[in-house]
């Protein structure tokens, strides 16, 4: 991604996710790229459910990331 046009919400979503599974772990150096890698997995699953229960008008108006 191009980090000189921001946060997508899917970056949004990750950084929100990667934050509730760090709230109650210690994370090991090892794990670090594996606790990113779901992060980003459940930030896709929102999104692909947010898209999902868009009704056809709400869609329409939903900018795209």
């Known amino acids: 991604?191009?980090?000189s046009t921001?946060?997508?919400l899917r970056d949004w979503f990750?950084?929100?996710?990667?934050n509730g599974l760090?709230?109650?772990h210690r994370l090991s150096v090892a794990e670090i790229e594996d606790f990113c890698k779901?992060?980003?997995k459940y930030a896709d699953a929102m999104i692909a459910k947010?898209?999902?229960d868009l009704i056809p008008d709400?869609?329409?108006k939903e900018p795209r990331a």
């Not at 990750?14 to 990667?18: E, F, N, R, T």
């Open 58 to 60: 709400e869609a329409a």
């Open 38 to 40: 779901l992060s980003y």
């Open 50 to 52: 947010r898209e999902n």
């Open 1 to 3: 991604g191009n980090l």
């Open 6 to 8: 921001g946060m997508t």
């Open 22 to 24: 760090l709230a109650d």
């Open 14 to 18: 990750a950084g929100q996710a990667l």
